[in-house]
């Protein structure tokens, strides 16, 4: 019977430093920004070495290094005692090597050094950039951004089978190691569904833009307001973008929002509302008083936090912030408003003729007097949904009030009417 140590001399391998363990201190020992692991040209596609979740070494034979080396392991036990070739067994081996990988790529990712293991190794000479690879939600395995829409459907953890919309954003999130409150609620309805670009991204690295979402969230739940709390997470986002790009030791927005960096704050408002010097006005207005209050809103945020931490720290730095804030930043909010009064006095008000009103409403009858006989005849969908338009734009002309009014109506609510007790 092999001992465990010779066991240990044939399945480890092979990264620079040969003989201690795969330590995450070597990642800093690379010096090449960060790219995707592949097969060296002569080499063998089953030499991939994968690492081990428990001990962190890079291993080439896993289960034999988890069978003799981490046997006391809840799940090895378990994985051990299934019968061999069972699929169970296999799939609690893949399990524990892609959660070892993912755990070392994680780390390669957080110091941008070294490598990171995907699934399967590019067969590739050229430099691939780790960027390119993204891990998947279910097994964690790193997976092409192009391939993981593939996998993530048929990924052998993915029991239910469940349909993801945006894959890349779920898997960011999962990098991001942001835990949500009690439910997935804002996950889904708000974070999911923005748009993924550079902006998105800040906003989901960024632990304070979360939290302030998912609090507005908290007191907003209705789903019009989803735009809202989205729009007010990637304007700060924005903000934070700038703000890093003038000043480059800035690492998140709480490190932002600190009286010192109070300037970096001023000129990214300046560059974001486009702010022209010789007139002294802002080209979008209504912007920097909108970063302003989300400013405000954000420092409450920050305190309540160092409230709730016991950090008197950051309580001391948010409230000086705070202050700072309320004392200054009416100089740029004056300059904002008196841009936005300006544009809105040199706007022309055009009112509707009454005869174009007149001609929209009988156009609108007609188109509904046609689309019901329409369905009555047909009874097909797209003389329900021409129908269904022209009701609405008949309601919205009757009603002449909020357009959100009438969007807002859900087939709930004449139930709850008294309108019912006409009848
Ligand atoms: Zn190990
Ligand atoms: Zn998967």
Same mark, same amino acid.
């Given at each position: 019977?092999?001992?465990?140590? @010779?066991?240990?001399?044939?399945?480890?391998?092979?990264m620079?430093?040969t003989?201690?363990?795969?330590?995450?201190?070597?990642?800093d020992s690379?010096?090449?920004?960060?790219?995707?692991s592949?097969?060296?040209?002569?080499?063998?596609?089953?030499?991939?070495?994968?690492?081990?979740?428990?001990?962190k070494?890079?291993?080439?034979?896993?289960?034999?290094?988890?069978?003799?080396?981490?046997?006391?392991?809840?799940?090895?036990? =378990?994985?051990?005692a299934?019968?061999?070739?069972?699929?169970? +067994?296999?799939?609690?081996?893949?399990?524990? *090597?892609?959660?070892?990988?993912?755990?070392?790529?994680?780390?390669s990712? *957080?110091?941008?050094?070294?490598?990171?293991m995907?699934?399967?190794?590019?067969?590739?000479k +050229?430099?691939?950039?780790?960027? #390119? $690879?993204?891990?998947?939600?279910?097994?964690?395995?790193?997976?092409?951004?192009?391939?993981?829409?593939?996998?993530?459907?048929?990924?052998?953890?993915?029991?239910?089978?469940?349909?993801?919309?945006?894959?890349?954003?779920?898997?960011?999130l999962?990098?991001?190691?942001?835990?949500?409150?009690?439910?997935?609620?804002?996950?889904?309805? !708000?974070?999911?569904?923005?748009?993924?670009?550079?902006?998105?991204?800040?906003?989901?690295g960024?632990?304070?833009?979360?939290?302030f979402g998912?609090? !507005?969230?908290?007191?907003?739940?209705?789903?019009?307001?989803?735009? $809202?709390? *989205?729009?007010?997470?990637?304007?700060?986002?924005?903000l934070? !973008?700038?703000?890093?790009?003038?000043?480059?030791?800035?690492e998140?927005?709480?490190?932002?929002?600190?009286?010192?960096?109070y300037?970096?704050?001023?000129?990214?408002?300046?560059?974001?509302?486009?702010?022209?010097?010789?007139?002294?006005?802002?080209?979008?207005?209504a912007?920097?008083?909108?970063?302003?209050?989300?400013?405000? =809103?954000?420092?409450s945020?920050?305190?309540?936090?160092g409230?709730?931490?016991?950090?008197t720290?950051?309580?001391?730095? #948010?409230r000086?912030?705070?202050?700072?804030?309320? @004392?200054? $930043?009416?100089?740029?909010?004056?300059q904002?408003?008196?841009?936005?009064?300006? =544009?809105?006095?040199?706007?022309?008000k $055009?009112?509707?003729?009454?005869?174009?009103?007149?001609?929209?409403?009988?156009y609108?009858? *007609?188109?509904? #007097?046609?689309? @019901?006989?329409?369905?009555k005849? =047909?009874?097909?969908?797209?003389?329900?949904?021409?129908?269904?338009?022209?009701?609405?734009?008949?309601?919205?002309?009757?009603?002449?009030?909020?357009?959100?009014e009438?969007?807002?109506?859900?087939?709930?609510?004449?139930?709850?009417n008294?309108?019912?007790?006409?009848?």
């Open positions: 019977m092999e001992s465990s140590s @010779s066991v240990k001399d044939t399945s480890e391998v092979i620079p430093n003989d201690n363990s795969m330590s995450t201190d070597e990642i690379y010096n090449d920004p960060l790219f995707v592949n097969i060296p040209n002569g080499a063998y596609k089953w030499n991939k070495q994968n690492f081990c979740k428990f001990c070494k890079g291993v080439i034979k896993m289960s034999r290094h988890l069978k003799h080396v981490h046997k006391d392991e809840d799940d090895v036990r =378990k994985m051990n299934l019968p061999r070739k069972s699929e169970e +067994k296999r799939q609690i081996q893949e399990q524990l *090597r892609r959660e070892g990988n993912y755990k070392y790529n994680k780390e990712l *957080r110091r941008n050094k070294g490598f990171i995907p699934q399967t190794r590019p067969r590739n +050229k430099h691939i950039e780790a960027k #390119s $690879y993204l891990p998947c939600v279910y097994c964690k395995g790193f997976f092409g951004k192009k391939y993981l829409y593939k996998h993530h459907e048929r990924c052998f953890m993915n029991i239910s089978r469940r349909k993801t919309k945006k894959v890349a954003l779920e898997s960011q999962l990098l991001e190691n942001y835990s949500f409150g009690t439910s997935d609620s804002f996950k889904n309805n !708000i974070v999911l569904e923005m748009t993924n670009d550079e902006i998105t991204q800040t906003a989901i960024d632990f304070l833009i979360m939290k998912e609090s !507005i969230y908290s007191k907003l739940k209705k789903q019009h307001n989803a735009n $809202y709390i *989205r729009q007010r997470m990637r304007q700060t986002a924005r934070l !973008i700038i703000a890093k790009s003038i000043d480059d030791e800035l998140d927005l709480e490190d932002l929002l600190q009286p010192k960096n300037d970096t704050i001023i000129k990214s408002v300046k560059i974001l509302g486009d702010y022209n010097e010789s007139s002294g006005e802002y080209g979008i207005s912007l920097p008083l909108k970063i302003g209050h989300n400013l405000r =809103k954000f420092a945020v920050l305190q309540t936090l409230i709730m931490t016991s950090n720290n950051t309580i001391q730095k #948010s000086h912030f705070l202050d700072l804030m309320n @004392s200054e $930043y009416i100089v740029v909010a004056s904002a408003l008196t841009s936005l009064n300006h =544009k809105k006095f040199n706007k022309p $055009y009112l509707p003729v009454t005869e174009d009103v007149k001609k929209l409403t009988v609108v009858q *007609r188109q509904m #007097s046609t689309y @019901s006989e329409a369905l005849n =047909k009874g097909d969908s797209d003389s329900y949904i021409k129908l269904a338009q022209a009701t609405l734009v008949a309601l919205l002309l009757f009603n002449r009030r909020r357009t959100g009438i969007q807002r109506i859900t087939r709930r609510f004449p139930q709850g008294k309108c019912q007790n006409i009848h």
